[in-house]
């Protein structure tokens, strides 16, 4: 089994920053991916950024500028820098990995749990 832990969200003003991070730990003999996406209340969940093991980044239109994602891969973690912070922000971010268990096999996708993100006006 795989879990992914996130932490880092909480309660900003606008114009803020907060730094996401999610671990993944468990059944991991590589990581092709980890992203961020996010979910407001009554929308959606939607993707905001992808960072693939090459290192690799692209992120959602709605972000681009003022989040920035990385991975430190001998930690298997993935973090997200969110600078800029704006009300429309706010959503529960949920941490998602692309995981191979065994080499040459297949990947599987994990979620985590999600951590709240409130941006005040």
């Known amino acids: 089994q795989v879990q992914l832990v996130e932490s880092g969200g909480g309660l900003v003003q606008a114009g803020g920053s907060l730094r996401l991070s999610c671990a993944a730990s468990?059944?991991?003999?590589?990581?092709?991916?980890m992203a961020w996406y996010r979910q407001a209340p009554g929308k959606q969940r939607e993707w905001a950024a992808v960072i693939t093991d090459s290192g690799s980044t692209n992120y959602a239109d709605f972000v681009k500028g003022r989040f920035t994602i990385s991975m430190d891969g001998a930690k298997n973690t993935v973090y997200l820098q969110m600078n800029s912070l704006k009300p429309e922000d706010t959503a529960v971010y949920y941490c998602?990995?692309?995981?191979?268990?065994?080499?040459?096999?297949?990947?599987?996708?994990?979620w985590g749990q999600g951590t709240q993100v409130t941006v005040s006006s």
């Open positions: 998602n990995a692309l995981v191979a268990k065994v080499a040459g096999g297949p990947t599987f996708s994990y």
């Open positions: 468990g059944s991991i003999f590589s990581i092709n991916a």
